[in-house]
C-alpha cells in the first residue's frame, strides 16, 4: 500500500486510508520518541537535556513534517485539487475543520485524474477510458437544441414604456402575505 519511497514523494495520489494511516504512524513514532526521550532525560536529570537527543528530535520532526507533507500534497491530489490547497489549513477557525473533512472523510476523485491513477490500481492500469467518465458535451449540446427547438415560443405581452405601473393599495382578500393565506 504504501512503499518507503512513497512516502517522500509528492507525486501521485493516496486514498483516505493511506492519510490516515500516515497520521496515525506518525502519532505512534512520536509517542515511542517521547516515552525514549524521557526515559533517557530521567536517567541523566530532567534539567540535562543531551544535545543529541536534540539533535534526534530536530531530525525526526523535520522527517516527520517531510512525509505529513507528502501525505496531505497527494491527497488533494486524490480531490483533483492542486497542493495550493494546502495553504487552507491557515485560515483562521474555518481551515483546519475544511482540511479535516475535505482530507480526512471526503473520498478522491473516481478513477484517473490529472495527478495519476485511483490510488491502489495497479501501474499502467491508467487509460484514457478510466479518465473518461463518460460524459460527451458533444451530446450535450445537440439534446439542449433539440429540446430547445421542440418548445414552442410564446408572445409575452409587453408593457409600453409610457404605461405607468400600477401598484394594488389594498391587500389581498382572506389573510396575510402575497398569495392572501389564510
Not at 57 to 83: E, Q
Not at 128 to 135: M, N, S
Not at 136 to 159: E, G, N
Request: net charge positive.
Amino acid at each position: 500500500m504504501l512503499s518507503l519511497d512513497s512516502l517522500f514523494s509528492f507525486r501521485g495520489r493516496i486514498g483516505r486510508a493511506g492519510y490516515w494511516l500516515v497520521g496515525f504512524l506518525q502519532l505512534v513514532l512520536l509517542c515511542i520518541a517521547f516515552g525514549v526521550t524521557i526515559a533517557a532525560a530521567s536517567a541523566d536529570g530532567l534539567d540535562r537535556i543531551s544535545s543529541s537527543i536534540v539533535a534526534v528530535w530536530v531530525l525526526g520532526g523535520l522527517v516527520f513534517c517531510w512525509i505529513g507533507l507528502a501525505a496531505t500534497v497527494k491527497r488533494w491530489h486524490d480531490r483533483d485539487k492542486s497542493a495550493w490547497w494546502i495553504l487552507m489549513g491557515a485560515v483562521p477557525m474555518i481551515g483546519p475543520l475544511w482540511v479535516l473533512i475535505e482530507l480526512g472523510f471526503l473520498p478522491g476523485t473516481p478513477g484517473g485524474n490529472r495527478f495519476g491513477p485511483t490510488p491502489g490500481s495497479p501501474i499502467g492500469s491508467w487509460s484514457d477510458a478510466e479518465v473518461d467518465d463518460g460524459f460527451d458535451p458533444d451530446a450535450v449540446v445537440s439534446a439542449w437544441k433539440s429540446a430547445s427547438a421542440a418548445v414552442p415560443a410564446v408572445a409575452v405581452p409587453r408593457r409600453a414604456p409610457h404605461q405607468p405601473v400600477v401598484r394594488r393599495t389594498t391587500p389581498p382578500a382572506g389573510g396575510f402575505g402575497r398569495r392572501g393565506l389564510t
